[in-house]
């Protein structure tokens, strides 16, 4: 296992394709997720806490698009039953080889079992704590209440579901606003005008961003009670949907 390296994947001009979760992906993805992310390092320890919170004895604790594993390692940190599952559910082979390597090296006694699945169609059930940190965007937007619903009723009655995303703004000026301040986090991390550009076309078709009012009103028509926002930072943030006790 090569060590995780910089991200350089659109340095070079290059002709326009979708992006995709592939090798090259996986080696710099530790890099990339944290120079392109604003909150990305505060909100995975914060999992941890969360799920320390909401956690029930017994139950399932579920990782939806793990990536390499970085939430997975903040729930498994933060959960204190030893009879929990601990799973983590990714569908790109490079990520999920790459996770069982960091799941590995990390010495918690609690076991991870990683699925390489499709999160609309892996099991789900008795769970008290659901992670979909910057996965959902990523799943066609007719999906997304389906998805939702299955989560909701696999959840406990007091078990949450923390959904990170990027979002979009119904005003213009606050979307251009929030858009110029994520594209200057970029640029203070070390991303030139063409990689910023050219990830944003990679993006444009794959990463689709939807309003908070959008996800508040479909977590409560998915069936999640208290739906918050804990989190934001410029177009990034981090929501916690309770389900009625
Ligand atoms: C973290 N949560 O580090 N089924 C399974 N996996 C999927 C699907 C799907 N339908 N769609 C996308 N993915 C992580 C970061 S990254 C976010 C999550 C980002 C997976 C995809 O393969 C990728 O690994 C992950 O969701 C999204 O806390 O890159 O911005």
């Known amino acids: 296992m090569t060590r995780p390296e910089t991200d350089r994947l659109f340095a070079q001009a290059q002709p326009q394709s979708d992006f995709r979760f592939d090798s090259a992906v996986a080696r710099v993805f530790p890099d990339m997720i944290r120079r392109s992310v604003p909150g990305y390092t505060t909100i995975v320890p914060m ?52 996770c069982e390597h960091y799941i590995a090296l990390d010495d918690h006694p609690l076991p991870v079992s990683l699925r390489c699945e ?57 979307q251009d606003i929030q858009t110029h301040l994520h594209h200057e986090f970029k640029r203070a991390n070390g991303y030139s005008d063409l990689e910023i550009s050219q990830k944003r076309s990679a993006l444009e078709q794959v990463l689709i961003p939807e309003t908070i009012a959008d996800h508040r009103e479909r977590l409560t028509a998915a069936g999640f009670g208290e739906v918050t926002v804990w989190y934001q930072c410029f177009n990034f943030v981090s929501m916690l949907a309770i389900k009625a006790s």
């Open 47 to 98: 999992i941890g806490i969360i799920t320390e919170q909401f956690a029930q004895p017994g139950s399932h604790c579920y990782d939806l698009g793990c990536s390499l594993g970085a939430s997975t390692l903040a729930m498994r940190h933060g959960l204190r039953f030893e009879d929990c599952a601990l799973i983590g559910v990714d569908n790109s082979a490079a990520m999920i080889e790459r």
């Open 118 to 174: 499709d999160i609309l169609t892996t099991d789900l059930s008795d769970a008290s704590v659901t992670t979909l940190n910057f996965t959902l965007q990523f799943v066609q937007p007719a999906e997304r209440l389906p998805l939702l619903q299955r989560i909701a009723d696999a959840t406990r009655p007091g078990g949450v579901l923390i959904l990170s995303e990027k979002v979009r703004f119904e005003s213009a000026s606050e």
